[in-house]
């Protein structure tokens, strides 16, 4: 059965680097999603992308975040500069379109020190 | 703004038995879907069910069916014949038909399955 994959599976950084979340998501899907879990709390949406485009994002998805789909098969969250908030579970998710069921990765376990 | 209460921060079910969680949800929309989540001690987010809202009939997927009551906006999730591998955080979802995909997510209930 296809999966979304994501790498690394956990990540420490300094504070104040850039760190780059990387995803595979499921080849016939359209539609490609980032959400974040601060350990504990609910998960939040973070983006939508669709057609090269954001969609979609929320007011956490501030200007020190980005996304891109460099090729045809992955879909990178760029954290520009690192804050110690930053520490949390990111999961990328994708559907084939914007009302199907979101499959989720694993998940990326990111550690700001 | 649409918001999602779980008032159940951990349910306790022995093994064989039927436990239910509740999920209440706020929108002043008519068209939304609806969804469960597992999401088991490796954290990965599965599907466990999902609910269109212009559908009358509650979704079933094998041990795991939803009771939706639309007027009252109340979606919970009954989990039958609990096994030990359905311990985990559930998380009740809502999705609009005309957001980008956002799904917004309830706090979550811990389900703990004693043998």
């Known amino acids: 059965e296809p999966e979304v994959t994501q790498t690394p599976s956990h990540q420490v950084t300094q504070m104040g680097q850039e760190v780059i979340l990387r995803c595979v998501p499921i080849?016939?899907?359209?539609?490609f999603y980032w959400y974040r879990q601060i350990l504990g709390q609910k998960v939040e949406f973070l983006v939508s992308f669709y057609n090269n485009e954001i969609s979609e994002k929320s007011e956490i998805f501030d200007d020190q975040f980005s996304v891109e789909r460099p090729d045809g098969s992955n879909f990178t969250l760029k954290i520009r500069s690192t804050k110690l908030e930053d520490s949390a579970m990111y999961f990328c998710?994708?559907?084939?379109?914007?009302?199907?069921?979101?499959?989720f990765g694993p998940g990326t376990r990111l550690t700001v020190l | 703004a649409q918001t999602v209460t779980q008032s159940q921060p951990e349910m306790s079910v022995q093994e064989a038995e039927t436990v239910t969680l509740s999920c209440t949800y706020d929108?002043?929309?008519?068209?939304?879907?609806l969804f469960w989540y597992k999401q088991p001690p490796s954290r990965q987010m599965i599907l466990v069910i999902r609910?269109?809202?212009?559908?009358?009939q509650n979704a079933t997927e094998n041990r795991f069916s939803v009771n939706f009551q639309k007027a009252a906006k109340s979606f919970s999730l009954k989990i039958s014949d609990s096994q030990l591998g359905d311990a985990a955080m559930y998380f009740c979802?809502?999705?609009?038909?005309?957001?980008?995909?956002?799904?917004?997510f309830g706090a979550g209930t811990q389900v703990v399955v004693t043998p």
């Open positions: 080849s016939n899907h359209l539609y």
């Open positions: 929108t002043s929309e008519s068209d939304y879907y």
């Open positions: 998710a994708s559907s084939p379109s914007n009302t199907d069921t979101q499959y």
């Open positions: 979802a809502y999705m609009t038909t005309d957001s980008w995909g956002k799904l917004q």
């Open positions: 609910q269109e809202a212009y559908k009358q």
